[in-house]
C-alpha cells in the first residue's frame, strides 16, 4: 500500500482559501486514483473529489466551482485547492489512495489514508 501525509489545514475566514496537499510513498504514484474526503463531528465521511491518473476529475456538488483537486505525479503529491470556503466546510480532511485507472467516490472503495488534517471556516 501507498502511505499519504496531508498538510495544509488551519483555520480560515469564510471566504478565504487553503490549498491542501498530500504526500505518497511507498508505491508507484502515477497508478492511483487519488480522492479527497471529508469529516465533520458527529457525521459520517463524505467525498468531496477525486482524480485518476490521466487527470480525469468528480468532485461532490456542494464544492464545485470552489474546489479544485490536481496531482503532481512527478513529486507524487495530489493537491485540493479551496476558494470561497464557508464555516459548513469546516472537517478533518482525508487523503485517500486506490490501486486503479479509474476513480470512486465510496470511502470504502479506497484502502490508503492519511491521519488527516484540520480545517476550520469561521463565520
Known amino acids: 500500500q501507498v502511505q499519504l501525509v496531508e498538510s495544509g489545514g488551519g483555520l480560515v475566514q469564510a471566504g478565504g482559501s487553503l490549498r491542501l496537499s498530500c504526500a505518497a510513498s511507498g508505491r508507484t504514484f502515477s497508478n492511483y486514483a487519488m480522492g479527497w474526503f471529508r469529516q465533520a463531528p458527529v457525521k459520517e465521511r463524505e467525498f468531496v473529489a477525486a482524480i485518476s491518473w490521466s487527470g480525469y476529475t468528480s468532485y461532490t456538488d456542494s464544492v464545485k466551482g470552489r474546489f479544485t483537486i490536481s496531482r503532481d505525479n512527478a513529486k507524487n503529491t495530489v493537491y485540493l485547492q479551496m476558494n470561497s470556503l464557508k464555516p459548513e466546510d469546516t472537517a478533518v480532511y482525508y487523503c485517500?489512495?486506490?490501486?486503479?485507472?479509474?476513480?470512486?467516490?465510496?470511502?470504502?472503495?479506497?484502502?490508503?489514508w492519511g491521519q488527516g488534517t484540520q480545517v476550520t471556516v469561521s463565520s
Open positions: 485517500a489512495a486506490r490501486s486503479d485507472t479509474v476513480i470512486y467516490t465510496r470511502a470504502a472503495e479506497y484502502g490508503s
